[in-house]
């Protein structure tokens, strides 16, 4: 352990719960609070990711020379007494109901943090924590909230020099904002200010359309496919001004987020001819063409801030954060279209990654470190220019190399082979334990017998998107594949598409992509060698009747626009799931498997052998891999639980 400063990130109290640590400018480890307590977005202090960071780094709390929070817990309350000021008396009753949060913790940040620190360091009384408190000699510092997405956004980032494009809700003030990074030096230009913001806007229509905000964006995005843009006219005519670059002017006749406990109102119910579909309830053409309406403005918008940033910067490189950077159907359009040579988009793009982004801020900017970018170091190259594979004769290219500082984003927890039978010998589980050499072969043949696997294995991912270390894994080829896993084991809404990890050495053969897409960040189209062409017939079927067509030799990934949201696996990186994968090739000729997040509908993703061996038992998979052990299903014992586990997870 290098004897540099010890710095703690936290992003709290809002949505996403999370910390980092960052020893001698390095980030050590990085995790969600959700995944501990096992409620989705959790927005308590991270008590229990800040214990594990301090535990990886095998220090305690005491041993810290920084904490710092995300952002300025201040100026939100500006931002809530002045708004509350400009809509009196209108918003009396959502101002009612977050005063005593405020008046109670939030404008007491300081001491609330350190009491918190005090619990993570294993007091869990909170007399005693409070009295513990003060023992912290640790300096907390506090950021800008935008200033913190960019942080996260450029410093972790292969690239030297950037633009910075952030995009979200709201912070304190700013909706977005952009900005050029240069060696370890960030410097913002200009924001766009609540109430008018992008990604306010798609929540509205996310809430509308009768999905959780904060939490079924993404909903909208996969379904905006099986509609058709007709509202976009609309939109702009009546809610929304999308300017030349990029920022959005809006109509908050239409809108009561800010003066209400609801994203939209009466009026925008009357223009849209109805009110908000009822959570849960048949979605129609309506909530599909809305969906799309509102993907298509959200695409445009992004376009022209991207345009915007690179004629007010020159640069030739981007990067991106915010919770609106995570809509990876507008980041392909970025990439193919947009004048960037290079993208970078920051994996926990939403408020988890600021406290990524405090952290590495404290280390560069305020401590004053130089940073030698992978770039600089000659670690990273453009990944734009990686040859095909030659399968007539299977030889191996020679990828660019590819370096950044989120280490593939497995910054989590990790069982020991030790634990994990521990654990199953505590339980008299039955599982066959194999060799690293033998298990990839083991599992490649599982998938193309149509098997479903739940695969726990390396440090858990830190962000939205399981990347293959706590991941649910089945055969792309098959047509059954998507309607299985929506319904049998994820428990969720049918239309919902499913992600494909490929062999990076590959990708070009199978997608309209060759470029790197560690993340899950980016969408490009199923290549036109891998489709298959559609009858008349079914050229003429509408919105969700499109779902069931088999579209491609990989059915099961490909979504009804041929699209797909693409995850490349390097050796490198994850060495047993690239090696799963090249097994799973070399059996099938095919170097693409789905890959969906290791949890039901409502549940966080999985973070100890206990929720993967839960989450297996509650639903159809067929086998779990724990590291080195696999587990048949057929061979468990019965799974009896006193209460319907449906009930435990409220729906996103």
């Known amino acids: 352990m290098s004897d540099g ?52 780094a095998g220090i305690t709390a005491e041993q810290l020379d920084y904490v710092g929070f995300y952002d300025k817990p201040l100026l939100k309350f500006d931002r809530l007494l002045e708004t509350y000021l400009d809509y009196a008396p209108a918003g009396f009753r959502s101002f009612l109901k977050s005063m005593p949060l405020w008046m109670k913790e939030k404008l007491w940040m300081p001491d609330l943090i350190r009491t918190e620190m005090a619990k993570a360091n294993g007091i869990e009384d909170e007399r005693a924590a409070k009295k513990a408190r003060k023992k912290f000699e640790w300096k907390l510092l506090f950021g800008d909230h935008h200033e913190s997405h960019a942080a996260s956004a450029f410093y972790p980032s ?9 995009i979200d809700g709201v912070g304190e003030w700013a909706t977005s904002s952009i900005g050029i990074g240069k060696g370890k030096e960030i410097t913002l230009l200009k924001e766009l200010r609540f109430p008018d913001s992008l990604g306010l806007l798609y929540s509205a229509f996310t809430y509308y359309t009768g999905f959780r905000v904060n939490s079924g964006e993404y909903k909208v ?25 990029g920022s959005i002017r809006m109509n908050h006749e239409f809108f009561s987020y800010s003066q209400g406990l609801r994203m939209t109102n009466t009026a925008f119910d009357r223009i849209f001819d109805g009110r908000p579909r009822r959570p849960e309830s048949k979605i129609t053409q309506r909530e599909m063409d809305l969906a799309r309406s509102i993907q298509a403005i959200t695409e445009e918008a992004m376009l022209k801030m991207v345009g915007y940033v690179h004629k007010e910067t020159g640069m030739k490189k981007l990067c991106m954060a915010g919770g609106v950077a995570l809509n990876c159907v507008a980041n392909g359009r970025i990439l193919r279209e947009g004048p960037f040579e290079d993208i970078w988009i920051q994996p926990a793009a939403g408020d988890a990654g600021g406290a990524i982004g405090i952290a590495l801020a404290i280390w560069h900017r305020y401590l004053g470190n130089e940073r030698v970018s992978p770039e600089k170091a000659g670690t990273w190259k453009s990944g734009t220019v990686v040859p095909t594979v030659n399968h007539a004769q299977d030889a191996r290219v020679t990828l660019p190399p590819y370096v950044d500082a989120m280490k593939g984003s497995y910054l989590g927890p990790q069982d020991s082979v030790a634990e994990i039978e521990a654990f199953l ?10 060799t690293r050499e033998q298990l990839p072969k083991v599992v490649a043949d599982l998938l193309a017998a149509g098997k479903i696997i739940g695969l726990h294995q390396g440090r858990m991912e830190f962000g939205p998107r399981a990347l293959g270390a706590r991941s649910i894994i089945g055969d792309a080829r098959s047509a059954a594949m998507q309607s299985v896993m929506n319904l049998k084991i994820k428990y969720r809404e049918s239309f919902r598409p499913f992600a494909p990890s490929v062999l990076r050495e590959h990708v070009a053969d199978w997608f309209e992509l060759n470029y790197d897409s560690p993340y899950m960040m980016l969408v490009a189209d199923v290549a036109r060698t891998h489709r298959r062409q559609m009858t008349d017939e079914e050229k003429e079927l509408w919105g969700i009747e499109k779902l069931n067509i088999k579209r491609s030799e990989i059915p099961a ?34 170097p693409v498997i789905v890959n969906t997040s290791f949890n039901v509908r409502g549940e966080p993703i999985v973070c100890t052998p206990e929720d993967s061996y839960r989450c297996f038992m509650r639903t159809e998979m067929d086998f779990l891999v724990l590291e080195d052990c696999v587990l048949d299903k057929k061979d468990q014992p019965e799974f009896a639980e006193k209460t319907d586990w449906r009930s ?5």
């Open 557 to 590: 990934v490909t979504h009804v626009d041929y699209s797909a949201r693409i995850q490349t696996v390097r050796r490198e990186t994850n060495p047993l799931y690239w090696e799963i994968i090249e097994a799973f090739r070399q059996r099938t000729g095919c």
């Open 221 to 245: 995005m996969g379904l905006a496919p099986y509609g058709e843009p007709k509202y976009v006219s609309l939109i702009k005519d009546k809610l929304a001004e999308v300017r030349d670059d």
């Open 158 to 166: 292969p690239f030297e020099e950037a633009a910075i494009l952030t």
């Open 5 to 56: 400063s010890k710095i703690l990130g936290i992003s709290a109290f809002y949505h996403d719960s999370a910390a980092c640590l960052v020893v001698d400018g390095e980030i050590i480890a990085a995790a969600q609070e959700e995944r501990f307590t096992r409620i989705k977005h959790d927005y308590n202090f991270p008590v229990n990711a800040a214990r594990y960071c301090l535990k990886e």
């Open 425 to 434: 010998t505590s339980r008299n589980l039955p599982y066959t334990k194999y």
């Open 648 to 652: 435990e997870f409220r729906l996103d």
